[in-house]
């Protein structure tokens, strides 16, 4: 049984040579989850964007993708993110490990709790349902095992960061941008959104490696935004995204003392 999952998001739709593909039914239609050996362990891996790159930001099968990973018994999920830098002093080829993010998208299934009824780890759960998601956003022992890695391994990264998830397709105009930096925000992507919540909501652990590909529109001068530019600087970063994540699996405690873990106590409203 894989106690940790990886999330591939674009430029990364291998991890493991060897694997195999299993089909899991879930309530949101059949996931697709490859399993195979990581760091001298079996690991879950799901392709966000499918393994051709065919599925967009808003058509990711969020709450199928996580609750396959619940089913199949994973605990903990590492995510990848390609992301547009908010800051000049980030520039492209940065890896950014979010503690917080901001949610900005529109037209998604933002939450497994809508009113009728979901087995989640053996218990039915009917009705409301308001997880917490402070004072960690994300997971901080996975956040804490990628830190140690990266420094073991050499990998400079910056071990924090506001993640703001827009919602695509296209990239962002200047004055989005100018405005996601006056509130806070250090990255820019489409994908890291609703996932972290859903993952909460199946109290899995969850965090994210972000590698920066490009400026957001108008940063750093940037005055055109391409796919071919995240393509490229994601593929010069993948070896070192792909050391990280088997650095930082043994690197993950066994069990969980996080409070992702306890995720649904207290959190549960409605009552009968
Ligand atoms: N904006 C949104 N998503 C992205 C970007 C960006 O600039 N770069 C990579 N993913």
């Known amino acids: 049984m894989p106690r940790i999952a990886i999330i591939g998001g674009s430029g990364v739709y291998r991890v493991m040579d060897e694997r195999k593909s299993t089909l899991v039914d879930t309530p949101f239609g059949t996931v697709e ?3 195979g050996n990581l760091s001298g362990e079996e690991v879950a891996f799901i392709p966000r964007h499918g393994e051709n790159h065919e599925i967009p930001p808003f058509k990711v099968n969020y709450r199928g993708n996580l609750y396959a990973l619940m089913e199949l018994g994973v605990e903990r999920v590492i995510a990848t993110n390609a992301v547009g830098s908010l800051r000049e002093d980030y520039p492209p080829g940065t890896i950014l490990i979010p503690d917080d993010f ?17 087995k989640v780890r053996g218990r039915v759960i009917r009705g409301v349902v308001h997880v917490s998601m402070t004072p960690h956003p994300y997971c901080p022992e996975i956040r804490a095992a990628i830190k140690s890695a990266s420094e073991k391994l050499g990998i400079e990264l910056v071990d924090k960061g506001v993640y ?25 992507g489409m994908t890291g959104c609703p996932e972290a919540t859903l993952a909460r909501e199946l ?5 994210s490696i972000n590698v920066v590909t490009n400026y957001a529109a108008g940063v750093g ?9 995240v393509a ?4 010069k970063r993948i070896e070192d995204v ?5 650095e930082t699996i043994p690197l993950i405690p066994k069990e969980r003392a ?9 959190a549960v409203i409605t009552k009968k």
């Open 221 to 229: 001068g940037n005055v055109k935004l391409t796919q071919d530019e």
């Open 203 to 207: 109290e899995m652990c969850y965090a």
């Open 102 to 118: 901001m949610d900005f998208t529109k037209r998604r299934d933002y939450t497994y709790y809508d009113g009728g009824e979901i």
């Open 258 to 266: 996080c409070p992702c873990s306890r995720a649904l106590e207290g």
């Open 33 to 35: 989850v490859f399993l």
């Open 232 to 235: 490229e600087i994601f593929s």
């Open 164 to 188: 703001c998830c827009m919602e695509g397709n296209r990239f962002e105009t200047p004055a989005e941008i100018r405005a996601l930096r006056i509130l806070g925000g250090d990255v820019v």
């Open 242 to 246: 792909i050391a990280l994540i088997e």
